[in-house]
T-cell receptor
Framework: DAGVIQSPRHEVTEMGQEVTLRCKPI?????LFWYRQTMMRGLELLIY????????DSGMPEDRFSAKMPNASFSTLKIQPSEPRDSAVYFC???????????FGPGTRLTVL | AQSVTQLGSHVSVSEGALVLLRCNYS??????LFWYVQYPNQGLQLLLK??????LVKGINGFEAEFKKSETSFHLTKPSAHMSDAAEYFC??????????FGKGTRLHILP
């Protein structure tokens, strides 16, 4: 199994630009999670999906952030417009179901100048 | 709400010495508990998990953790540290709604 795949691995952009992060979960997993990791705030859950449906987006910091899961094998996290304080490592994780561990992707390191 | 507290944001041990990373949880019901490890520039990797079976849980790379309900603890140990164990370690608890709540992490340094 290829594991959770994220792209791009690194993204450098300028303030005000739109950023789209992509995730392919492990085949057969029905839960998908987006996290943000910074030195100051640690690991924060942004949103998670179950069977492609957003279940809890209470961690999404503001309206500039949006996430979609159009099918079981693909999800996106979009920031529009981006700001320097959005600089962080963004992780996607998937899980096979209830009471199971999450499997993390390698992350996307986002730098907003 | 469930939560975890990791004592010590940085821990240093000598190579070959015992590793002990502390984690306490708060939960009103028997929890699912996890330890994850993060190596530099990588995602989190599961070390071990407790799901109400045996209280002593063995994981990868020689790590183990013991669930102690009376102390609400789930400390991570390894008898003999290796240089390759240098990483950040996260304790986590799972809510009933399938959300995992992570601690703030403990960075483990191995001294030669």
């Amino acid at each position: 199994d290829a594991g959770v795949i994220q792209s791009p691995r690194h993204e450098v952009t300028e303030m005000g630009q739109e950023v789209t992060l992509r995730c392919k979960p492990i085949s057969g997993h029905n839960s998908l999670f987006w996290y943000r990791q910074t030195m100051m705030r640690g690991l924060e859950l942004l949103i998670y999906f179950n069977n492609n449906v957003p279940i809890d987006d209470s961690g999404m910091p503001e309206d500039r952030f949006s996430a979609k899961m159009p099918n079981a094998s693909f999800s996106t996290l979009k920031i529009q417009p981006s700001e320097p304080r959005d600089s962080a490592v963004y992780f996607c994780a998937s899980s096979p179901g209830t009471s199971n561990e999450q499997f993390f992707g390698p992350g996307t390191r986002l730098t907003v100048l | 709400a469930q939560s975890v507290t990791q004592l010590g944001s940085h821990v240093s041990v000598s190579e070959g010495a015992l590793v002990l990373l502390r984690c306490n949880y708060s939960s009103s019901v028997p929890p699912y508990l996890f330890w994850y490890v993060q190596y530099p520039n990588q995602g989190l990797q599961l070390l071990l998990k407790y799901t109400s079976a045996a209280t002593l849980v063995k994981g990868i790379n020689g790590f183990e953790a013991e669930f102690k309900k009376s102390e609400t603890s789930f400390h991570l140990t390894k008898p003999s540290a290796h240089m390759s164990d240098a990483a950040e370690y996260f304790c986590a608890v799972m809510n009933r709604d399938d959300k995992i709540i992570f601690g703030k992490g403990t960075r483990l340094h191995i001294l030669p």
